[in-house]
């Protein structure tokens, strides 16, 4: 059995929205008050969270900071484009011997998308204020603003 079929079966992982698999592994039970007007959250969340080569992670937003911390396989090509879609900035989260950083963080309200570098990576996501559908957003049900990041980045349109 191919190593992520193995750890989605290990770890309990089910299939993301957004693309790959993942299972929440902690939700604080302390609750914050984000001051951009949305009901309390928990303070914490934080997933599994594994893409194959046979897939991604589609262009989406949460309106909570994210951090991406590698935990095994291949980097994982993590991009973040800022609301205005001004600029498009491409991050590895993997090992420092791969040449990557082994956590990195998109900010609230960016938009943002990933994928493998080899067979499979197998990330941690924590999001603070705890992550909430309500406060998730996928790209492709935004049809002006999918196109803007279409004509302006192209190379990773595909990613929509």
Same mark, same amino acid.
């Given at each position: #059995?191919?190593?992520?079929?193995?750890?989605? +079966?290990?770890?309990?992982?089910?299939?993301?929205?957004?693309?790959?698999?993942?299972?929440?592994?902690?939700?604080?039970?302390?609750?914050?008050?984000?001051?951009?007007?949305? /009901?309390? /959250?928990?303070?914490?969340?934080?997933?599994?969270? +594994? +893409?194959?080569?046979?897939?991604?992670?589609?262009?989406?937003?949460?309106?909570?900071? @994210?951090?991406?911390?590698?935990? @095994?396989? %291949?980097?994982? @090509?993590?991009?973040?484009?800022?609301?205005?879609?001004?600029?498009?900035?491409? #991050?590895?989260?993997?090992? +420092? %011997?791969?040449? %990557?950083?082994? =956590?990195?963080? $998109?900010?609230?309200?960016?938009?943002? =998308? =990933? /994928?493998?570098?080899? =067979?499979?990576?197998?990330?941690?996501?924590?999001?603070?204020?705890?992550?909430?559908?309500?406060?998730?957003? #996928?790209?492709?049900?935004?049809?002006?603003?999918? @196109?803007?990041?279409?004509? /302006?980045? !192209?190379?990773? %349109? !595909?990613? $929509?």
């Amino acid at each position: #059995m191919h190593r992520a079929q193995q750890l989605i +079966l290990d770890l309990h992982l089910q299939p993301h929205p957004e693309g790959g698999h993942f299972r929440e592994i902690h939700r604080s039970t302390l609750g914050v008050h984000p001051d951009d007007g949305r /009901r309390t /959250r928990s303070a914490l969340t934080l997933i599994y969270f +594994l +893409l194959d080569a046979h897939g991604h992670s589609r262009w989406h937003r949460v309106l909570s900071d @994210e951090t991406w911390q590698h935990v @095994e396989g %291949a980097p994982l @090509e993590l991009f973040r484009v800022d609301p205005a879609f001004s600029e498009c900035e491409r #991050m590895l989260v993997g090992t +420092l %011997a791969a040449g %990557a950083e082994p =956590a990195r963080v $998109v900010p609230a309200g960016h938009w943002q =998308a =990933a /994928r493998t570098t080899g =067979a499979y990576s197998l990330v941690c996501c924590a999001v603070g204020p705890g992550f909430d559908f309500a406060d998730f957003a #996928m790209l492709a049900d935004h049809p002006p603003d999918a @196109e803007q990041l279409r004509r /302006r980045f !192209p190379g990773v %349109a !595909p990613l $929509v």
